[in-house]
């Protein structure tokens, strides 16, 4: 596509329900981000993809968290037993490579907010 | 954890003053990168600085990469109120590294008519 595609853009869940948000990447990006971003702050580095290598699992903020890259396309950040602290706007970025000096671009963001 | 810390964290001031906000760490960096975000968006690149002591300009923004690769700012003349929002300082690591790109906290910056 034109540009990274993130879904939902916006999601209410439940306490303890477990939710599912969506990154698109560029095509041909072989890096792929997550970010947390809370109301008002920078971003939060949660996990890291790079073509078939392992990814780079240490931002995530604790083992409900989990994410997922098939085919070194697609992400799904999956978040399980949702908590009230886990609300924020989760961002996704790819890049054509991520060695020195790659632009990230960004989506939209999906915007979670567990109640 | 390789740590930007950027400077002031919050900025407003009238519309035609000059203004600049820091990037800072103690490690060094291959690349900085300048991001700018508006509510409801994702950040958006402005510029990426590669070598020690390099300057570049961006019409009224002028950024500037430290000698030593460990320290960026953006200086903006006479700001306008299209210049609101804010500004975050990403570094890069060659060879790669364990958290990709690097953000600082970013600098809210509101620019009043």
């Known amino acids: 596509g034109a540009g990274v595609s993130q879904s939902p853009s916006n999601k209410v869940t439940e306490k303890g329900k477990d939710v599912e948000l969506r990154c698109d990447p560029i095509?041909?990006?072989?890096?792929l981000y997550w970010y947390r971003q809370s109301l008002g702050q920078g971003l939060e580095f949660l996990i890291y993809?790079?073509?078939?290598?392992?990814?780079?699992k240490s931002g995530l903020p604790s083992d409900r968290f989990s994410a997922e890259r098939t085919g070194g396309s697609v992400s799904t950040l999956t978040i399980q037993r949702t908590q009230q602290e886990d609300s924020a706007v989760y961002l996704c970025?790819?890049?054509?490579?991520?060695?020195?000096?790659?632009?990230?671009?960004f989506g939209q963001g999906t915007r979670l907010t567990v109640v | 954890t390789q740590l930007l810390e950027q400077s002031p964290q919050f900025l407003s001031i009238q519309e035609g003053e000059n203004l600049t906000v820091y990037c800072n760490s103690s490690?060094?960096?291959?690349?900085l990168q300048w991001y700018r975000q508006e509510p409801g968006e994702g950040p958006v690149l402005l510029v990426t600085?590669?070598?020690?002591?390099e300057v570049k300009k961006l019409k009224r923004l002028t950024f500037q990469f430290g000698d030593a690769r460990k320290d960026s700012s953006l200086h903006i003349t006479a700001a306008q109120p299209g210049d609101t929002g804010l500004y975050l300082c990403?570094?890069?690591?060659?060879?790669?590294?364990?958290?990709?790109?690097?953000f600082g906290k970013g600098t809210h910056l509101i620019i009043q008519p």
């Open positions: 970025a790819s890049s054509l490579n991520r060695q020195g000096a790659g632009e990230a671009f």
């Open positions: 095509s041909g990006h072989t890096a």
């Open positions: 993809f790079q073509g078939n290598s392992a990814p780079d």
């Open positions: 490690s060094v960096f291959s690349s």
């Open positions: 600085v590669v070598t020690g002591g």
């Open positions: 990403a570094g890069a690591h060659a060879g790669g590294g364990a958290d990709g790109l690097t």
